[in-house]
Nanobody, 120 residues
Framework: QVQLVESGGGLVQPGGSLRLSCAAS????????IGWFRQAPGKEREGVSC????????YYADSVKGRFTISRDNAKNTVYLQMNSLKVEDTAVYYC?????????????WGQGTQVTVSS
């Protein structure tokens, strides 16, 4: 079955780092752009970053520019989100999907999410 699975979340102190992974199965990841999204308590889901099938970064949210880096390893069928200098406001459930935007709905394939908590 087509599946995306996020991993790498956890509890980290402000200023710390985490690397999230999005592993695909059931399809060839290199044919898809992959987006990272997050949803904090009481807030709508928002786009964090997106990478093209060829590895070009399509966007970063203003709130994460300079701190987060998206990358992919098509040989491993995996997309990564390196998160540095984490802030409390980065706390959210992080999702990956085969879309770059949630505008117009949430079509495509989505993972179940991984929790990132930034706290002292």
């Amino acid at each position: 079955q087509v599946q995306l699975v996020e991993s790498g979340g956890g509890l980290v102190q402000p200023g710390g780092s985490l690397r999230l992974s999005c592993a695909a199965s059931g399809f060839t990841l290199r044919y898809n752009a992959i987006g990272w999204f997050r949803q904090a308590p009481g807030k709508e889901r928002e786009g964090v970053s997106c990478i093209s099938g060829g590895g070009a970064t399509l966007y970063y949210a203003d709130s994460v520019k300079g701190r987060f880096t998206i990358s992919r390893d098509n040989a491993k069928n995996t997309v990564y989100l390196q998160m540095n200098s984490l802030k409390v406001e980065d706390t959210a459930v992080y999702y990956c999907a085969t879309v770059c935007s949630v505008v117009g709905g949430t079509n495509g394939y989505w993972g179940q999410g991984t929790q990132v908590t930034v706290s002292s």
